[in-house]
């Protein structure tokens, strides 16, 4: 499957928060939480070429269209950060965290939930 440009990626997180939906439905979801106003026939051809890709499917059975993700967000999400990793940081997922927390902007909360992860990833090591 072929990684999803931003604007498909803008589709897909509209039919992962909502389910599977018509053309009409996401373009409608695009327009609320956009700036930038995105016509109907744009979304179509989009979710035309994204239906090609792989990256949905289509259920023709109705007489409009209705779109669903092929590929799961997590699935998704980590293909993308694995290709942005290698391709910004070399391959570093240690450099990508310092950056990233770097600038001193995390939260408390966020904070909390990364030393979280980091425990419970530490007693996964240890069970091995």
């Known amino acids: 499957m072929l990684a999803p440009t931003e604007g498909e990626l803008a589709i897909l997180r509209v039919l992962w928060s909502d389910g599977p939906a018509t053309v009409r439905a996401v373009n409608d979801r695009l327009n609320k939480t956009s700036d930038?106003?995105?016509?109907?026939?744009?979304?179509?051809?989009?979710?035309?070429?994204?239906?090609?890709?792989g990256l949905v499917d289509r259920d023709t059975s109705a007489r409009s269209h209705v779109y669903s993700a092929v590929a799961g967000q997590e699935h998704t999400q980590r293909g993308l950060l694995r290709r942005f990793?290698?391709?910004?940081?070399?391959?570093?997922?240690?450099?990508?965290?310092?950056?990233?927390?770097?600038?001193?902007?995390?939260?408390?909360?966020?904070?909390?939930?990364?030393?979280?992860?980091?425990?419970?990833?530490?007693?996964?090591?240890?069970?091995?």
């Open 36 to 53: 930038k106003p995105v016509g109907y026939t744009t979304t179509l051809k989009l979710m035309q070429l994204m239906a090609d890709k």
């Open 85 to 128: 990793v290698d391709s910004t940081f070399g391959g570093s997922r240690t450099q990508l965290v310092l950056r990233a927390l770097g600038g001193g902007e995390a939260s408390a909360e966020e904070l909390a939930e990364i030393k979280r992860l980091i425990e419970s990833l530490e007693k996964e090591d240890h069970h091995d």
